[in-house]
T-cell receptor, first 119, second 110 residues
Framework: DTGVSQDPRHKITKRGQNVTFRCDPISEHNRLYWYRQTLGQGPEFLTYFQNEAQLEKSRLLSDRFSAERPKGSFSTLEIQRTEQGDSAMYLC?????????????????FGEGSRLTVL | DAKTTQPNSMESNEEEPVHLPCNHSTISGTDYIHWYRQLPSQGPEYVIHGLTSNVNNRMASLAIAEDRKSSTLILHRATLRDAAVYYCILKSGGYQKVTFGTGTKLQVIP
């Protein structure tokens, strides 16, 4: 399978614990995104990487959240001192750099997500 | 960033065409209109995108109004597998923070 892969698919943790999610993008995609989705809502943007550089971060990404993409390949999203409000689906997406007439039109390819439940 | 407005839900009978509307009155000249859909317990899936002209692919057609303030995703023959939440989003060149709204939940009736 050459799609976006996320691990683990499900994580149950106690409040205050740290959790880490991993995303393996499609290999030739140099853009990687993290989104969070709660029940009944659309995905909310968290952060974006182009290669290894983290270029944008949402205000939703508090200081308990950190994302990395060493060497521009896989990415990790760590949540420290989890709170019950962090319970959500964490989605990763990747995108090729697809420029048409000077405009980036690349579509996003999403993984199946990592569902976090904080007790 | 420019926002989109979609109906919360729609119903369609199986094997009939479905027209899913999206309003984006504050769209800018560099915004591409993208549609994604999300099946239960899965990540969103790209459907189609366009700028000004109508677009067709194997999944759907995208009709864009002349003033670009609205668009319509057309599923030519709805199947039960098309039951999903459909998101209309605007993606501007060079700006990667894409905002998803709550989308339209499409129910397909056998």
């Amino acid at each position: 399978d050459t799609g976006v892969s996320q691990d683990p698919r499900h994580k149950i943790t106690k409040r205050g614990q740290n959790v880490t999610f991993r995303c393996d993008p499609i290999s030739e995609h140099n853009r990687l995104y993290w989104y969070r989705q709660t029940l009944g809502q659309g995905p909310e943007f968290l952060t974006y990487f182009q290669n290894e550089a983290q270029l944008e971060k949402s205000r939703l990404l508090s200081d308990r959240f950190s994302a990395e993409r060493p060497k521009g390949s896989f990415s990790t999203l760590e949540i420290q001192r989890t709170e019950q409000g962090d319970s959500a689906m964490y989605l990763c997406a990747s995108s090729p750099l697809h420029v048409l007439a000077g405009v980036d039109t690349g579509e996003l390819f999403f993984g199946e997500g990592s569902r976090l439940t904080v007790l | 960033d420019a926002k989109t407005t979609q109906p919360n839900s729609m119903e369609s009978n199986e094997e009939e065409p479905v027209h899913l509307p999206c309003n984006h009155s504050t769209i800018s000249g560099t915004d591409y209109i993208h549609w994604y859909r999300q099946l239960p317990s899965q990540g969103p899936e790209y459907v189609i995108h366009g700028l000004t002209s109508n677009v067709n692919n194997r999944m759907a057609s995208l009709a864009i109004a002349e003033d670009r303030k609205s668009s319509t995703l057309i599923l030519h023959r709805a199947t039960l597998r098309d039951a999903a939440v459909y998101y209309c989003i605007l993606k501007s060149g060079g700006y990667q923070k894409v905002t998803f709204g709550t989308g339209t939940k499409l129910q397909v009736i056998p």
